[in-house]
């Protein structure tokens, strides 16, 4: 079942190990089949190195097991409502990544000081809000997943690919698996280069709005430009 999909998430996985985007397991990739409305996920705490993609589980959008001999990803409930709420998506990544994951724990935005950032991240890489007490208590994961959409409630989440969540680390998405991951590298990179960024500059200004609107600009949306034309 969905073979293709699993070998893609499998790889996608094995890319956070290759973009030095994780330590140990602290990470996962899923992707979505939009046709059957099936999630395929990395199994929870196994080695990148070791997993294959027989290893994959098969989840429903209500989270059981539709195929898979092991546990999926803890994260499973807050992919889930990512993949609800945002119908474009077709692939989310999670990692513990060391620069975006400081902004996540220090609950700061990163602001857009540079175009390398503008032409990814069209404003500022959002942060959420801290959870509540019962929100960690009670369906902690899945309410992960509801503070990230409350959060881009007013967002566009496809100009913004990716998200800080308070006190965690970042969430990325993209159209497919590889996608998302290309999204947590770039957000782990636009991270190093705020913080290096601040230490040399500690009253350096974002970017002004007209140079972000360019940059993203040329790589997304109907006037793009960068790079080679579609046949």
């Known amino acids: 079942m969905l073979e293709e999909l699993k070998e893609r998430v499998l790889k996608a996985n094995q890319y956070l190990v290759e973009y030095g985007l994780v330590t140990l397991t602290w ?24 997993m294959k993609a027989a290893d994959m589980v098969v989840v429903s959008l209500d989270g059981k097991i539709v195929e ?13 409502e990512l993949y609800k709420a945002f119908k474009e998506i077709g692939g989310i990544t999670h990692s513990h990544s060391e620069n975006a994951t400081s902004f996540a724990q220090a609950c700061a935005e990163i602001p857009c000081f540079g175009t390398t950032h503008a ?42 690919p990716g998200v800080l969540v308070a006190g965690h680390a970042p969430f990325t998405w993209g159209k497919d698996p590889e996608d998302s991951v290309k999204n947590n590298l ?18 350096l200004s974002k970017l002004p709005e007209y140079i972000l609107n360019k940059h993203y600009k040329r790589k997304h949306g109907p006037d793009a430009y960068y790079g080679q034309r579609k046949k």
Do not use: C, W
């Open 186 to 203: 770039v957000l782990e990179r636009v991270a190093k280069m705020a913080l290096n960024s601040l230490m040399l500059n500690p009253q």
């Open 119 to 160: 032409d990814h991240f069209n404003g500022p890489v959002p942060v959420t809000r801290v959870l509540t007490e019962a929100e960690v208590n009670e369906n902690y994961e899945l309410n992960t997943g509801k503070v990230i959409i409350e959060r881009f409630k007013e967002l566009d989440y496809l100009g913004i």
């Open 68 to 80: 898979g001999k092991l546990r999926p990803s803890s994260d499973l409930p807050t992919h889930i």
């Open 27 to 50: 990470g996962n990739v899923s992707g979505i089949d939009r046709k059957s409305e099936l999630v395929v996920i990395k199994p929870s705490g196994v080695d990148y190195n070791l």
